[in-house]
């Protein structure tokens, strides 16, 4: 084996397999390029090590948008943004306003209409969690850090952005839940500064039919316009800057991959196309198998005589918010001048996150500050979303919020400086061996 079959020289070493359809995919890929020129398309290879799933949480935020859109527009072909009463007679429910009966007719006359509404609602209930995960993925690894400064605040505003949407875009089936959760909203919305200013432009005319026109409008043009040309800043910072290094504990460390490493990286067509289709349709499975499982409900219309005295309750990414409205103690104002604090906080955190009050370093194991910060706001946000849940419209006591709220902050801090000493004393183990060895100093 190994052996020449004469002469005593060595074989030729054998070309290694290549399966069939691989050679048939390069000729296709190869046939593309050459009629549309995706090679000189302005969109960047990615590193081989970007090719995992924590890396594409931006991707996925991406592509759930776009499943919104598409969703979207097909819904409007049917629904009709009215609160005119329906008479009997017609393809709507009489006595329900149309808004709520344009939904009805939807679930339960279009054909797949409620694998569509269903698919659109949780949708958005998609879009905003992987939105979240997306946040704290980078608030985590410091991608805010230069040059990618822009980026960051662009992405904050894409979120803000997308729960203006899931606001907006809750009061238009025109149920007694989604009302008087609106209600509440707008009452939060005008007890910013200037708030009043901003009435005539919510409410129009102060009618039924104004606040729902605006929000639809809203909701249609309005955000997505915003969303369109915040995501395209975002896309084309990105296409600039590269995909983030990995997180590093060397201060030093290149934050940049330039267009020599460009020619080192697997092109975009196919690899990253590819890829990134293969995660496309695995979230539109995941989709629609959740939809297909557990379809939307449509709850009683608004002035329904079966709806009840239930306290107004929002979607999930806003019962946090709510829940602090019950609160002893806290107003709308002090409500919502906590919420714009956050917001600019988040917004500003690239020069916030700097030397001399953190570190420059991007590990989180590194940033033990910003590391309980982002702790205690995921574990506020978790604790209240579910107090919402659980206790909507109860009002809670100072003693008692106050002593939870100092307990997720307190298990924070106990637990991350616990992990952080014991790292720096590992650190200070490795090093003091380095030096023993000759290696490197112990510094």
Known sequence: MGEGISGGTSAKPEVPYKPFFNRTLDRVWGAIDERLGTQK?????????????GYWTGAFVATAFIFQVVSGILLLFYYVPSTQLATAGGIYPAGAPLAWGSTYYIIHTVPLGWFLLSTHLYGAYATIFLAFI?????????VYKKPREFTWMIGTLLLVSMLGMGFTGYLLPYTALSVGATDVGIVLTLAVPGGT???????????????????????????????????????????????????????QAKRVITEEDDRKMGKFFPKVFLYMTKWALFYAGGLFLIVAIWPWQLPVFYGSSSAGGSSP????????????????????????????????????????????????????RDRPVLVIVGNFLAGLFLVLTVWGGVMPGVVIPTSMYATYLGSILLVNIVLVFAFYARYRAQYSRRLLKRGAEGNVAPK
Do not use: C
Request: charged fraction near 10%.
């Open 134 to 142: 997306h946040f704290f993925r980078g608030f985590y690894t410091g």
């Open 41 to 53: 398309w302005p969109l960047r290879p990615q590193p081989d090590f970007s090719f995992q799933p």
């Open 313 to 364: 309750e929002p979607d999930w990414y806003f019962l946090w918010l709510y829940k602090v409205m019950d609160f002893q103690g806290v107003t709308p104002i002090i409500a919502v001048g906590a919420v714009t604090l956050l917001i600019l906080f988040v917004l500003f955190l690239p020069w916030i996150d700097r030397r001399p009050l953190t570190s420059t370093k991007t590990h989180p």
């Open 197 to 251: 200013t901003l009435a005539p432009l919510i409410l129009g005319n102060a009618t039924d039919q104004a606040l729902l026109s605006r929000m639809f409008a809203l909701h249609v043009v309005g955000i997505p316009l915003a969303l369109a040309g915040l995501l395209g800043a975002h896309i084309l910072l990105f296409e600039t800057h590269g995909v983030a290094p990995r997180a590093s504990s060397d201060p």
